[in-house]
Every structure is written in C-alpha cells, then in structure tokens.
C-alpha cells in the first residue's frame, strides 16, 4: 500500500492524464483509449519483467525511453508520451498504479460509476449501506458500487470512502478527538 503522498501523486498524475485525454479525443476515442489502457493494466500485471525495468535504478533515463518506446509507441503514441513523461520525472514506479487510477476515474466520469467502501465494525444491511451513501454523496444520478469491509479495531460507527476521500465516523476517531482535546486543554 502507498503512502497519502504517493496516493496524492498517482491520483494527481491520473486526472491529469484523463484530462488531457478527454480534451484531445471524441468520445469514441476515449471508449478505445480506455480499452487500451485496460490492456496495459492486464500487460502490467503479468508481465514481471517489465515490472522490474520500471522499478531498477540500474538502467539510465535514456534505456528506460528506449525500451518503452519499442514496447508501446506502436500501440499508442500518446500512452507512450505519457510513459516518457513518468520516467522523466522518476514516476514510473507508480504506472500501473496511475493507469488504474486513470480506468476508475474514466468509469466514475464517462460511465457513472462510483465505488465506495464502507468499513464497520460488523457486517451492514444493503439499504444500510446505500442510506450511507447517498447521505454522503451529492450526485444522485451516479450509480453505486458498495464494498462493506469489516474491521473490528473501529469498534463502532464506520468509515466511508471513494477514491482518495474518506469520512470517518467511527467511535475510534471520536475518541482520538476526544483524547487530543483533553491533552490540549490540559497544557
């Protein structure tokens, strides 16, 4: 799991990505790009290889451009500028991390899809669990994917999250707050 920085990095790289695309595409042309972008996703993650090239330190910048340039130029020109742009920047580590990022913001823009967790301490009810989300989310006309993780250590209440944003009302954090103010008060 990453760091919030680098979770910060990832999602700021992908929605800078999706933009871009949106912006140079039509619509039928972000439907193909997303495709692709799904397949290097699949390439990504079975391709051990590749993963290793991208997280070495050993090969120089240059190499690095070569090699994908060789795997990816062909495929799509602007992924591949995408790539260069990473490994100019010493992001490649995060591709494949960005790239996923990059299918859930596509689904969640152009589909309408929006997957949230909600983590409690015990299993919730469907209609629970979308009371919860539409209490937290403004647009309605989304459609919801709910995931319940269950997580004794909150002990009660729950945590809420989409992408990168979380809410979290668990007795856990109130007694955090609870514990801080006192300290605070104290001195």
Not at 22 to 29: A, Q, R
Not at 111 to 116: C, E
Not at 136 to 141: C, E, L, R, V
């Amino acid at each position: 799991m990453f760091s919030n920085k680098n979770q910060k990095i990832i999602q700021h790289y992908a929605r800078i990505f999706f933009e871009y695309s949106v912006m140079n595409m039509n619509d039928n042309d972000i439907e193909i790009f997303y495709q692709k972008i799904k397949k290097v996703c699949f390439f990504l993650s079975k391709n051990k290889n590749v993963y290793k090239i991208l997280n070495t330190n050993l090969l120089y910048t240059e190499k690095k451009i070569k090699i994908f340039k060789k795997i990816f130029y062909n495929f799509d020109v602007l992924l591949f500028k995408f790539i260069k742009l990473l490994i100019l920047k010493k992001r490649e580590s995060f591709l494949k991390e960005i790239l996923s990022e990059y299918n859930r913001i596509y689904e969640e823009d152009q589909k309408g899809f929006v997957k949230s967790i909600v983590i409690s301490s015990f299993p919730l009810r469907k209609d629970i669990q979308e009371m919860i989300a539409h209490k937290i989310i403004s647009n309605k006309k989304k459609f919801h994917i709910i995931i319940n993780q269950i997580d004794k250590s909150i002990i009660g209440g729950f945590i809420f999250r989409i992408g990168y944003k979380e809410w979290n009302f668990s007795i856990q954090e109130q007694l955090f707050h609870i514990q801080k103010n006192i300290f605070q008060n104290q001195y």
